[in-house]
Antibody, heavy 122, light 113 residues
Framework: EVQLVESGGGLVQPGGSLRLSCGASGFTFSNNWMYWVRQAPGKGLVWVSR????????SYADSVKGRFTISRDNAKNTLYLQMNSLRAEDTAVYYCAKTRDSTTYYSPFDYWGQGTLVTVSS | DIVMTQSPDSLAVSLGERATINCKSS????????????LGWYQQKPGQPPKLLIYWASTRESGVPDRFSGSGSGTDFTLTISSLQAEDVAVYYC?????????FGQGTRLEIK
């Protein structure tokens, strides 16, 4: 059974940092593109970042470019999102998601984690 | 960037009746080389992550009830629930994965009338 479990969310002050983790099981993690998608309270879904299975290729939404860094440790089956210079508008539930087709990022997401809430406020 | 626009924003349908949700993309998401529409539909219930219902615009994900169906091509797509059940109350999102940045529609809230 595929499982994605996020952790690391919490309350942080503007300008602060946080690192999110997503533990994966039930599939060959190292083969799969992985995404972070966020959802502000009461709002819709927004893509944040993605990373190739071997970690060699990454991409970011313009809103987080230069502030967020996606990475993965395939030995630990874990995906990360390092978030720096956080702003109030980064407040959201952050989901990790796996692509249905492991070999391409042009794919829908067949499994999502439960999400972890990040609140940026003073 | 492709913009996805859903209509309506909210919808109330009686139990057992048909529900129809529309999604329009600002550019075609049909890839001519394989004749596939890079369009998916998700269901999100309160406090839960999204769940994939439909991909390639009309392919039902494994385990999804057959009352859910997707149609359309190019820029105009529809999610249909043929006979609404109480457990279908949720927000529904379309998703284009044709080009980067990927994009979701704003969501359609479906309620029981």
């Amino acid at each position: 059974e595929v499982q994605l479990v996020e952790s690391g969310g919490g309350l942080v002050q503007p300008g602060g940092s946080l690192r999110l983790s997503c533990g994966a099981s039930g599939f060959t993690f190292s083969n799969n593109w992985m995404y972070w998608v966020r959802q502000a309270p009461g709002k819709g879904l927004v893509w944040v970042s993605r990373i190739k299975g071997d970690g060699s290729t990454t991409s970011y939404a313009d809103s987080v470019k230069g502030r967020f860094t996606i990475s993965r440790d395939n030995a630990k089956n874990t995906l990360y999102l390092q978030m720096n210079s956080l702003r109030a508008e980064d407040t959201a539930v952050y989901y990790c998601a796996k692509t249905r087709d492991s070999t391409t990022y042009y794919s829908p997401f067949d499994y999502w984690g439960q999400g972890t809430l990040v609140t940026v406020s003073s | 960037d492709i913009v996805m626009t859903q209509s309506p924003d909210s919808l109330a349908v009686s139990l057992g009746e048909r529900a129809t949700i529309n999604c329009k993309s600002s550019q075609s998401v049909l890839y001519s080389s394989n004749n596939k529409n890079y369009l998916g539909w998700y269901q999100q219930k309160p406090g839960q992550p999204p769940k994939l219902l439909i991909y390639w615009a009309s392919t039902r994900e494994s385990g999804v009830p057959d009352r859910f169906s997707g149609s359309g091509s190019g820029t105009d797509f529809t999610l249909t629930i043929s006979s609404l059940q109480a457990e279908d109350v949720a927000v529904y999102y379309c998703h284009q994965y044709y080009t980067s940045p990927i994009a979701f529609g704003q969501g359609t809230r479906l309620e029981i009338k």
